[in-house]
């Protein structure tokens, strides 16, 4: 099975996310989240490979917020995008699926990548094939795949490339 | 003054709540259906969080918790179904007059691996 | 003031439920009717939301959490279902 070090930053997430939902914390409160946080790192669970690619240094915490930063500013300048099309009565759409190709290497670089591309309106990923992602795009201006590689993919990433390696 | 800045934040969350549902109602196919209506729920619905935080700061790790539950899950959602939508064979159309199906590279892909 | 613009808000949501609403009946096949379910649970999460603030109390805040974490299995279990033909692995 998975090795010790692959399920230690989900474990540290899950006991993050469990000392926020039981605040205040109390003494009893934080021995049973450690016996239990303790007892889900020994026993192995299957997909928890995935996080055996992310490492710890500060450069890539600095950049991981940057990229928090610039993705939120991404979200709402394309919602406002969005909501102009939605409310003008010509209804300027030309949608449909392109096909772009993506540098990450790592997995869960990818998974993020594509939730940003997800979470940013006007964009919808369809389908991920090894390093081609197929998206759903509202608003084609370009029939070319490194011109539409370079709208849609490059922002984010210059950050993940960093942040996941 | 501070609940009158946090209400109008709550409000501009309320206001891409009703947008979403517009471009759920006006727009042509599944797909932008989805775009519309997906995504400015998401901003819209972290604003009034956001405001609430604002507005009551006693349960901030409550609110904390759904801001950062709703951003995990309404991508993977969206995604979920557009990916079970274009496996049915809902193709993506131009819009409400024409039938004609626009540009689309993964079903042209499927299509020629097919023949070949 | 503050308490009139949070009613304001307030109703707006609930136009927008109705709006949805009307997506939910009309929608051409069901894969329409599931996007629109989508979109009317988190506007129902934001109302809940309201009715905690006005009522006062906080433990409507963690029914809200409970919805959303439904509404999201439901949603992946439907698009698996369609995807699939079964709910097998």
């Not at chain 3, 974490?69 to 992946?76: P, R």
Request: proline share 4%.
């Amino acid at each position: 099975m998975n090795k010790l070090r692959f399920r230690v930053p989900l474990v540290i997430m899950v006991f993050g996310l469990w000392a926020i939902l039981v605040l205040p914390i109390t003494t009893p409160k934080l021995i049973i989240g450690v016996v239990l946080s303790v007892i889900f790192l020994i026993i192995p669970f299957p997909g928890a490979e995935v996080y055996g690619d992310l490492k710890f240094s500060f450069k890539k915490v600095a950049y991981f917020i940057a990229y928090i930063f610039y993705f939120l500013w991404a979200v709402v300048k394309s919602n406002l995008d969005v909501a102009f099309r939605v409310l003008s009565p010509q209804l300027p759409i030309n949608p449909g699926i392109v096909k772009v190709k993506t540098k990450l290497k790592s997995s869960l670089g990818r998974l993020v990548l594509a939730n940003s591309i997800t979470l940013t309106p006007g964009t919808i990923t369809v389908d991920i094939e090894n390093e081609f992602l197929y998206i759903h795009w509202i608003n084609i201006d370009t029939e070319n795949q490194e011109l539409a590689t370079g709208k849609i993919v490059q922002g984010f990433e210059k950050y993940l490339e960093v942040i996941f390696g | 003054m501070i609940d009158i800045i946090a209400s109008v934040v709550i409000l501009v969350g309320a206001l891409f709540l009703l947008l979403a549902s517009i471009g759920l109602l006006r727009m042509p196919d599944l797909y932008n259906r989805m775009q519309a209506g997906t995504k400015a729920t998401t901003l819209g619905s972290i604003l009034i969080f956001l405001g609430f935080i604002i507005l009551n700061g006693d349960n901030w790790s409550k609110y904390l918790l759904l801001i950062i539950f709703i951003f995990f899950t309404n991508p993977l959602s969206s995604h979920a179904l557009a990916r079970a939508a274009h496996f049915m064979g809902i193709n993506p159309i131009l819009d409400r007059e024409s039938e004609i199906s626009p540009r689309d590279d993964l079903k042209t892909e499927k299509d020629t691996e097919a023949e070949s | 003031m503050a308490d009139l613009i949070l009613f304001i808000a307030c109703s707006i949501i609930l136009l927008s439920i109705l709006l949805t609403f009307i997506r939910l009946i009309k929608g051409p096949d069901y894969m329409n009717r599931v996007v629109a379910f989508d979109v009317m649970t988190i506007s129902s999460i934001s109302l809940i939301i309201f009715i905690s603030y006005f009522l006062k109390r906080s433990i409507y805040i963690d029914v809200s959490l409970v919805y959303a974490l439904l509404s999201f299995i439901g949603v992946i279990a439907v698009a698996r279902f369609s995807e699939k033909g079964d709910l097998d692995d």
